[in-house]
């Protein structure tokens, strides 16, 4: 059984920066991508970020030029670094490893509990 374990969420006022860190209970090597996905109130859940095995990342539109996804492989962790936070922000952000299993890219995902990040004056 694989467990995520997040951290770093909490209260931060609009303009604010959080770092966000994803401590998966296995090598961060057995998953092919490691990514952030948020779900705020009355919402669906939504990709934020992506990074790849390679280091490769994809970032959402919508924070593109505020969060940062990396991972250190010698910590074995993924991070994710939000600056200038925004009211819309606010949402529980959970981790997800992605573990792809076929050719045809059927996967495994695994999720974290979530940790909440609330952007408020």
């Known amino acids: 059984q694989v467990q995520l374990v997040e951290s770093g969420g909490g209260l931060v006022q609009p303009g604010g920066s959080l770092e966000l860190s994803c401590a998966p209970s296995?090598?961060?090597?057995?998953?092919?991508?490691m990514g952030w996905y948020r779900q705020a109130p009355g919402k669906q859940r939504e990709l934020v970020a992506v990074?790849?095995?390679?280091?490769?990342?994809n970032v959402a539109d919508s924070v593109k030029d505020r969060f940062t996804i990396s991972r250190d492989n010698a910590r074995n962790m993924v991070y994710l670094q939000m600056n200038n936070l925004k009211l819309e922000d606010t949402a529980v952000y959970y981790c997800?490893?992605?573990?792809?299993?076929?050719?045809?890219?059927?996967?495994?995902?695994?999720w974290g509990q979530g940790t909440q990040v609330t952007v408020s004056s």
């Open positions: 296995r090598s961060i090597f057995s998953f092919d991508r």
């Open positions: 990074i790849t095995s390679d280091g490769i990342t």
């Open positions: 997800k490893a992605i573990r792809v299993v076929n050719v045809e890219g059927a996967t495994f995902d695994y």
